[in-house]
Structure formats: C-alpha cells, structure tokens
T-cell receptor
Framework: ETGVTQSPTHLIKTRGQQVTLRCSSQSGHNTVSWYQQALGQGPQFIFQ???????GRGNFPPRFSGLQFPNYSSELNVNALELDDSALYLCASSWDKGTDTQYFGPGTRLTVL | GQNIDQPTEMTATEGAIVQINCTYQ??????LFWYQQHAGEAPTFLSYNVLDGLEEKGRFSSFLSRSKGYSYLLLKELQMKDSASYLC????????????FGAGTRLAVHP
C-alpha cells in the first residue's frame, strides 16, 4: 500500500453532469498528479499540482480542472461529462514536483451513461 | 508525437524468466519507469532507470539504453502472482513530473 487514498471507489454519472474526485497524498508528499486510464490503455497525464498551484497540464480540455489544498490533498473536477470520460482516474503523489517517483492511489472508476 | 511501444500480451511458465521490451521515441527524457498493475488496481512502482545499464531489485531487473531508446524489464523465477500488466513510462524533463505511459504488456503466467 502506498498511503495514497482516493474517493469514491466507483461512480456512475450521466452525460452532461459534473463530478468531483478526491485524493489524499502520501504523508510528506507535496505534489499530486492526476491521470486518466481508459480500458486497455496506459494512464494519460491530466495535470499536476505542486504546493496548491497547477504545475503542468496534459492534453485535456478546460472542463477538467483541479485544486490542491494546504494539506496537499487534491480534487479533480470534470464538467459537462461525456461518454468518453468513462475511465479509471488515478492520482499519484510524490515529494518533489520534478524528480521523485510517483506513487499511485487505487483509483476511482467513473462510468458515464 | 510521443511514442512508447510494448508488446500487447506475453505468456510464460511458472519458474521461468521473461523479458518485456519497451521502445520509446519522445521529445524529452528524464528517466524511465516500470510499473506493475493488477486488473482493477493501481500501478505499483517496480523500477527506475535514468542512466544506461542494468538495475537489479530482487527478482526484477530493468535495463536502459538511451541511445537506442530501449528498455526491458526482466522477471526471474516467475510466480502466478506476477500475472499482471506491466507499464513502461518515460518522464519528461521541464520541472514537472509528467509520465508518458505505454499501453502496457499483459503477462499471463501459467503452471
């Protein structure tokens, strides 16, 4: 176990709705990265938060947004859900924004109907 | 674009040795990671290479050749619990910890 936790475990939403996913980083880690993993694919980088600021973004539209709190936990928000947003959402924490190994949480399985 | 290639599936026998290859063509490089992922679970860190050569960690070893854009993960003394997907990921330079993953190699270990 990595000490990274995510909630909820599973979620079912309908197209057009909004969703918030949560991540608690491992103790001592100040950086959280979010990834989307479609079935049968590798994870794709969404964005990274370092000390409450967005510190890098992948090729995802603005309806994917995030927050990081003073205790370094983080939220991923997705607006106007689309069917293709159905995936496993993983967060990963590390103690440094650029060079440390990332440790993943168990993920949130999002299904959009 | 960024390209990371791995075989889609491999099978091996319990007790044997298997090598999973990964080739990459990326616009930047700041290290290569291997993760293990059991179905429906989070990726678990296995190994990290940033310099050329072999890194050994128990039953697992990983090799990197930066000039060839090539890495492999070697698993020895295979066990049934090693049946999982193995993900190769390249970290980008630039001050943030962005990993670009391959699609993963599904390894099935049979008795």
């Amino acid at each position: 176990e990595t000490g990274v936790t995510q909630s909820p475990t599973h979620l079912i939403k309908t197209r057009g709705q909004q969703v918030t996913l949560r991540c608690s980083s491992q103790s001592g880690h100040n950086t959280v990265s979010w990834y989307q993993q479609a079935l049968g694919q590798g994870p794709q980088f969404i964005f990274q938060y370092y000390r409450e600021e967005e510190n890098g973004r992948g090729n995802f539209p603005p309806r994917f947004s995030g927050l990081q709190f003073p205790n370094y936990s983080s939220e991923l928000n997705v607006n106007a859900l689309e069917l293709d947003d159905s995936a496993l959402y993983l967060c990963a924490s590390s103690w440094d924004k650029g060079t440390d190994t990332q440790y993943f949480g168990p993920g949130t399985r999002l299904t959009v109907l | 674009g960024q390209n990371i290639d791995q075989p889609t599936e491999m099978t091996a026998t319990e007790g044997a040795i298997v090598q999973i290859n990964c080739t990459y063509q990326t616009s930047g490089f700041n290290g290569l990671f291997w993760y293990q992922q059991h179905a429906g679970e989070a990726p678990t860190f296995l190994s990290y290479n940033v310099l050329d050569g072999l890194e050994e960690k128990g039953r697992f070893s990983s090799f990197l050749s930066r000039s060839k854009g090539y890495s492999y993960l070697l698993l020895k003394e295979l066990q049934m619990k090693d049946s999982a997907s193995y993900l190769c990921a390249v970290r980008f330079p630039g001050g943030y910890n962005k990993l670009i993953f391959g699609a993963g190699t599904r390894l099935a270990v049979h008795p």
